[in-house]
């Protein structure tokens, strides 16, 4: 079986990971190493940045993940910013900066990056993505992050009222991942 790190502190990141590599004969380990988040336009420049950033001092294969959440009304934003607006506004602030807008206007794309890492090698990149659109309030108790305000495309229920499995269905990191295990698979 072969082991693959996942470079993570996110534990509902790790949970989808280990979901869908479930069906392969991989197995997923969190490391929590930490590296850190350039500025950049592009959610495949600051995976690249994070792999390059890691090889100097990991030496075994490894998946880091970068995903965004780009904000129609809102003109792409929080995009490569998300996790820090996250932080710092919330859901709460995300859906004040949407007060007033219908629901035809709340469209939303989320979009995944997974970089893989052998010593030595570039990184190849596998990207996910998944439109929806933000609801009017928070729902449901799974998931993270922006899950509770995110509904996909096609569905009346946001991440946050999905089990993992079902949620990686339709997710920008379930398609992301999805790719990853194509390659392995290859």
């Known amino acids: ?18 979901k869908k590599f479930s069906t392969v004969d991989i197995n997923v380990v969190q490391k929590d190493l930490g590296y850190p988040e350039i500025q950049a336009e592009a959610l ?27 904000i129609d009304r809102l003109e792409g934003f929080p995009g490569v910013y998300s996790s820090y607006v996250f932080y710092t506004v919330g859901l709460k602030g995300i859906l004040k900066l949407l007060d007033g807008i219908n629901e035809t206007k709340r469209g939303a794309l989320f979009r995944s990056v997974f970089a893989y890492s052998e010593p030595g090698q570039k990184p190849k990149l596998f990207i996910g993505e998944c439109q929806g659109r933000l609801a009017f309030e928070e729902k449901g108790t799974h998931g993270f992050g922006y899950d509770p305000i995110f509904i996909p495309d096609g569905e009346l229920r946001t991440f946050a009222q999905m089990e993992t499995g079902e949620k990686n269905n339709f997710s920008h990191r379930g398609k992301s991942l999805d790719k990853l295990i194509d390659f392995f698979k290859k």
């Open 44 to 70: 495949e420049d600051v995976a690249k940045f994070g792999v390059e950033h890691i090889q100097k001092r990991f030496e075994n294969p490894f998946i880091l993940e970068d995903a965004g959440l780009f």
């Open 1 to 18: 079986m072969k082991t693959i790190y996942f470079i993570t502190g996110n534990k509902g990141k790790l949970e989808e990971a280990k």
